[in-house]
């Protein structure tokens, strides 16, 4: 019934998108004929978030509506293919900066307020992968990389600046310079030794745990 269904502006949609990722798992999605066939169907050159790019070209053309409903379910297992991909510290979070130009470069001028939009996404996705690289430093027979600091350089150079970030930063450049100070031999998979062995297993949901949203009705 109605209590069940809500619709949003699409412009509101791409605001969520932007403060907290994609927000439609693909088996999850139901689009209009003949929009997909005007607007087209998955970017090639986005492997990784093809189906976040798609949503957000059909919602800068059109309202969304979101069922209040369990609509897929999803086996989590050890072997999963996105189990080892999305504990990386940054995971997909370059193509998803990638996703949101292509959306600025296409929509930039239907949706005002989007460049502001994809700018704080710029700086969430940053402060992400700043906090999960200084959390797998913590964990032992880990490689400290310093690609999360190289990500945000590139895509916010005034993350430093960004009280939240410096216990991160701090964590990263102490375990990225350790192993110089190590001069023992290493063993494959220990800081600073061969990293080419599969990464361990990460349990990102609980059983029965649900994910999706219910958007407030606008006062």
């Not at 292509?102 to 700043?130: C, F, N, Q, T, Y």
């Not at 970030?165 to 001069?183: A, C, E, G, H, Y």
Request: proline share 7%; charged share 25%.
């Amino acid at each position: 019934g109605a209590k069940g269904l809500r619709s949003m502006d699409g412009a509101d949609y791409i605001r969520y998108v932007c403060e907290n990722g994609n927000a439609v798992p693909s088996p999850c999605a139901i689009v209009r004929t003949n929009l997909q066939q005007r607007l087209g169907g998955y970017e090639p050159t986005l492997p990784h978030t093809s189906d976040m790019e798609m949503w957000l070209r059909f919602a800068s053309h059109s309202s969304v509506a979101i069922v209040n409903a369990p609509q897929g379910y999803y086996r989590w297992h050890s072997s999963n293919m996105s189990q080892a991909f999305i504990g990386q510290e940054l995971s997909d979070r370059k193509e998803q900066i990638d996703t949101l130009r292509k959306l600025l470069s296409e929509a930039g001028e239907s949706v005002p307020d989007l460049r502001i939009w994809v700018i704080d996404a710029k700086r969430r996705l940053v402060d992400e992968a700043l906090m999960i690289a200084s959390q797998k430093r913590s964990e032992p027979r880990r490689s400290a990389s310093p690609q999360a600091l190289r990500f945000a350089l590139k895509f916010d150079r005034w993350f430093f600046l960004r009280p939240k970030n410096w216990k991160p930063i701090v964590k990263i450049v102490l375990q990225t310079i350790r192993p110089s100070f190590d001069n023992g031999p290493k063993e494959t998979g220990e800081i600073g030794g061969d990293q080419t062995g599969a990464p361990e297993a990460h349990q990102w949901f609980s059983p029965g745990q649900q994910i999706g949203w219910w958007p407030e009705r606008k006062a």
